[in-house]
DNA sequence: CTCCAACTGTGTCCGACGGATACAGAGTAT
DNA sequence: ATACTCTGTATCCGTCGGACACAGTTGGAG
C-alpha cells in the first residue's frame, strides 16, 4: 500500500495491469469531506464514505492504508492553495490577508481544527501556506527561524479563533450564544471570579465574531513591526518612515 | 445521572442509602489521567480506567454518564489551579509567568491539547485560569472584550506551540526531530518552496525548544502592550514613564 | 489466440469499544 | 425485621476499523 507521504505528494499512477479503478483518490476525499462537513469528523465512516462512493467499504482500503490516512488527505484537499498575494503589498497586508484566507478555510471546514494537531506529515497546500507566509517576510530583516515563528504565531491565532467562532455557530443557539456556556456557569458565582464577570459586563454584545481575530491579528503583527523595526534600526539607524 | 456542569463544579454528595460506593470520581479521573499520560487519549479506554480501579467497565457509568464527562473531568483535573501570581509584579510579568505556566501544563498532559476543543462547558481550574488572566489586565486601560481577547490569544499561541514540541519529543528520535517531517518532504522540493527551505537552512539548530514559544510571547506581550500605551496616551496625555 | 500474472471489488469475519439493561447483593431508614 | 435505595456485575448489542480469502477483470508474454 502507498505511504502517506506518497499519497499526497506524489501524483497517483494508474496500474498497468488489472482492471481500471473505479475510483479517484481526490473522489474518495472528496466524499470524505462532504461527510465531515455535513455531521463533522466523527460522522466520516468507511461505510459512509464506500456508500457515497458506490463502492464497498474495504473498496476504499485499495486506494487508502486505512482512516487516519484518508483524513490526512481530507485536510490537506479542504485547506486548498493559498491565493496569490496582492503584488506590491506590504509584508503586513499580505500576511494579514493570509490569516484571513486559512481562518476563511477553517471556518469553512471545522473538523480540520480537530486534525490539524500534533506530529504530522505536512501535505503540499500546506506546505503552500506556509510557503507564502515566510515569503512575505523576506527581506523584512527577520531570521528564518524568526519568519518561521511567525507564521506558527499567525496559525495558531487563526486556528484558536477559528475553534472559538464554530462552537459558537454550532451551539443550539447561535444568536444569543456569545460563549453562553460561560455565562451559564458564572451565574451566582460572581465573587468568586470578579475579574472575568466585569469583564464580560463590560465586553456586553458589542463583541462581533470578527473582533477577537482582528484584535489577535493587530496584536500580533504590531508586535511583529516593532520586531522588524528594531532590526531595521540596528542595521541602518533610526527609521524616517514606518507602516 | 449528573450532569456534567454539576459534575464539574458541585461537589460530590455521598447518598444516604445503600451500599457505600468504592470509587471516587476523583480516584477515577485520576486514573484516566494516567492512563492518558501514558498511551494518549486512545489509551484511554472504560475498560482500562474500570481496570486500573478494580471495578468492571459498567461501574464507572455510576459516577460519570459517558466518556466524553470523564475526559472533561480529566482536562481539568489535569490543568490544575493556575499558580499564584508574584505580588506587585507588572502585567507583562504576571501574564508571562501565567503564559509558561499553561505551557508547561499542556507540555505535561498531551492529550489535553486535543481535548481543550471546540464548544465545551468550562471547569473551574479552567475558569480560574482565565480569571488570573483577566486580574493581570485589571486597570491596564483595556476594555473587558480586550482582557478577553488577550487571554484567547495567548492561549492559542501556548496551545500551538505546545502541540508543537509534544509532536516532536514523540517523534522517534527527538535529538535530531527539529521538524524532520518536514525535512524529509522538503528533500528534492526546494525549488518548489524556495522561501521555506532558506528559512529552514538559516534557521538551523539554534532554534531551542523553546525559542519559538519565547518569541510569540514576546510578541504578542509587545502587542499588548504599544495598545495598552496607546490608551494611556489617550487619557493621560504622553507617558512619562514605560515598563 | 491463450494463458498467466496482476489488480480490482466483494463478502465474511474478528476484535475493540461505548453503552443499555436487567439483576443480585449491600446497607440504611422505618 | 422489612422495605427501599443504591451499588457493582454480567450479559448483550450496535458500530466501527480492519484482516483475509475469493471471484472477476484486464493486459502482456508466448
Redesign the pocket.
Known amino acids: 500500500m502507498r505511504d502517506l507521504v506518497t499519497l499526497l505528494w506524489k501524483p497517483p499512477t ?10 479517484t483518490l481526490e473522489s474518495i476525499t472528496r466524499a470524505g469531506i462532504a461527510a465531515a462537513d455535513a455531521n463533522g469528523l ?7 464514505v ?1 456508500e457515497a462512493v ?6 476504499l ?3 487508502v ?4 490516512e484518508l483524513v490526512a488527505l481530507m485536510l490537506d484537499c479542504a485547506i486548498g492553495a493559498p491565493p496569490d498575494p496582492r503584488p506590491g503589498a506590504s509584508w503586513r497586508e499580505t500576511l494579514d490577508a493570509w490569516a484571513r484566507g486559512l481562518y476563511a478555510g477553517f471556518c469553512a471546514h471545522p473538523w480540520a481544527l480537530e486534525v490539524a494537531v500534533g506530529d504530522r506529515v505536512i501535505g503540499p497546500n500546506e506546505l503552500t501556506w506556509l510557503e507564502h507566509a515566510v515569503t512575505a517576510l523576506t527581506g523584512s530583516g527577520l531570521d528564518g527561524g524568526e519568519m518561521l515563528d511567525v507564521a506558527v504565531l499567525l496559525t495558531g491565532h487563526v486556528r484558536n479563533l477559528a475553534q472559538q467562532v464554530t462552537a459558537i455557530s454550532s451551539a443550539p443557539n447561535p444568536e444569543r450564544a456569545m460563549s453562553s456556556s460561560l455565562h451559564l456557569v458564572l451565574a451566582g458565582r460572581e465573587d468568586r471570579f470578579p475579574a472575568v464577570t466585569a469583564a464580560m459586563a463590560s465586553a456586553k454584545a458589542v463583541e462581533g465574531q470578527d473582533q477577537a481575530l482582528n484584535f489577535g491579528l493587530a496584536r500580533i503583527l504590531d508586535g511583529v513591526g516593532t520586531l522588524i523595526d528594531a532590526r531595521k534600526d540596528r542595521v541602518l539607524g533610526p527609521p524616517d518612515l514606518r507602516l
Chains 1, 2 share one sequence.
Open positions: 494508474p496500474p498497468r495491469r488489472g482492471p481500471r479503478p473505479t475510483l466523527t460522522g466520516v465512516t468507511m461505510h459512509r464506500a458506490g463502492v464497498t467499504k474495504m473498496a482500503y485499495r486506494y492504508p486505512g482512516k487516519a
